[in-house]
């Protein structure tokens, strides 16, 4: 009579386990997003570690995602020691975060899922925030703007907008660079702002954009018709 410990059955009782936490996995990621058009978890994890709720080592790849209206083209992420619920996952209930996670990943967002975001509310309001401190004595928070079109160049971003401040609205332009400092600080160089063909800011100097203590960049680049990032971001439970 076979062992009932043999490691056959071990091995098959830790593919249950495993299958089990990569579909919770995958049903907690696809909750936190509207839309997602293709997405791969692997779990390495021994069944020790399984067991005790730690996931030492988890890969995903998502595809044509939208976050809380921005649209993310494709997205690399790999994130270690996952301390998860797995007695409750187990019973059927869904995924919770214990601890702090720190993530590790590359992001590809395409131009057009860029503007396809402009009409989320995450980045239209940072617009108008990073608008309102370049030029507060043009536009205070209370100037209802447009975000119509961003065209993303050799490391360069232009923006196009609308004022709705008489019954014909008022085109902007915003041209900038993209400069990383220190991996949690933005700085944006070579700005200029056009509104009807008059410059009313040219600054060559820049304005600092602090980006927080959960994020820590490696790279952000700008090429033509794409936007790329690669760094760490720490996922509260």
């Not at 996952?82 to 995924?95: A, E, R």
């Not at 992001?107 to 309102?132: F, M, P």
């Not at 709705?164 to 702002?193: D, F, N």
Request: hydrophobic content about 40%; charged content about 15%.
């Amino acid at each position: 009579m076979p062992d009932k410990n043999s490691p056959t059955k071990s091995s098959h009782k830790l593919r249950i386990i495993t299958n089990v936490l990569t579909t919770a996995l995958k049903l907690w990621l696809k909750s936190q997003v509207s839309h997602i058009s293709q997405l791969e978890v692997e779990i390495r994890a021994s069944d020790r570690q399984i067991l005790s709720g730690c996931i030492p080592w988890v890969s995903i790849f998502a595809s044509d995602a939208v976050y809380q209206g921005i649209h993310v083209t494709r997205i690399q992420l790999l994130a270690e020691n996952i301390q998860v619920n797995v007695g409750s996952i187990l019973k059927g209930q869904p995924l919770r975060l214990l601890e702090t996670v720190p993530v590790s990943g590359n992001l590809i967002v395409e131009e057009k899922d860029l503007n396809s975001s402009l009409s989320s509310e995450l980045l239209s309001t940072a617009l108008n925030d990073v608008l309102v401190k370049l030029i507060p004595e043009y536009y205070p928070k209370s100037q209802p703007i447009s975000w119509q079109k961003i065209i993303l160049g050799s490391h360069q971003i232009i923006l196009y907008a609308s004022l709705a401040q008489t019954s014909e609205p008022i085109p902007l332009e915003i041209c900038l660079s993209l400069e990383l400092i220190g991996g949690r600080e933005l700085k944006l160089t070579q700005i200029q702002v056009i509104q009807n063909q008059v410059a009313l800011l040219e600054n060559e100097h820049g304005y600092n954009l602090d980006l927080g203590s959960d994020v820590e960049l490696q790279e952000l680049s700008v090429i033509p018709g794409q936007l790329v990032c690669q760094g760490q971001i720490n996922v509260n439970p």
